[in-house]
């Protein structure tokens, strides 16, 4: 039923797709059906993840990550949908317990930020998500890397080379 979904409609949203492929996931998983039995002579036996993404020819990991998205609280997942949220980043803070999803939503909105990929993993890393953390990892000012001297480098030369 939910395939049929996919077929009537251009454009899904995330969330949509998401919970589709959770729920026909669930299906897939609780046949109790023997699907080694029914193969071809050498065809490989496949994963729910693989033969859901066979059927929408997508990977299984993009279909894992899809269905990752159903485990973000409704705020998040509403901003994956509207793309205010970047979609491997809500993947990425999916793995986040309930509450720090909260905290890290209240951080968005109050400072009107977008999260990158690359910032979602380091909130992911954090020990503890608080409102200070987020403010150090996002607005924190990062001193300048000092440019290299020529001391660095003047183990390779000879003493007697000028400078030009």
Do not use: C
Request: glycine letters at 2%.
């Amino acid at each position: 039923m939910n395939h049929s979904n996919f077929d009537q409609r251009d454009e899904l949203s995330y969330s949509e797709r998401a919970w589709a492929y959770e729920i026909e996931f669930k299906n897939n998983k609780h046949q109790g059906r023997r699907t080694d039995l029914t193969l071809a002579h050498g065809e490989p036996k496949l994963s729910t993840n693989e033969q859901l993404g066979k059927e929408d020819e997508i990977s299984a990991a993009q279909i894992k990550r899809y269905r990752r998205l159903t485990k973000l609280i409704p705020p998040l997942l509403y901003l994956v949908d509207m793309k205010q949220l970047n979609f491997l980043a809500g993947v990425n803070l999916s793995y986040l317990s309930d509450e720090s999803q909260q905290i890290v939503y209240s951080f968005i909105v109050e400072n009107k930020i977008n999260i990158s990929k690359a910032q979602s993993e380091e909130i992911k890393k954090l020990d503890d998500i608080s409102y200070d953390a987020l403010f150090n990892l996002f607005f924190e000012v990062k001193p300048k890397p000092k440019p290299p001297t020529i001391e660095k480098y003047r183990k390779y030369f000879d003493k007697q080379m000028s400078y030009e």
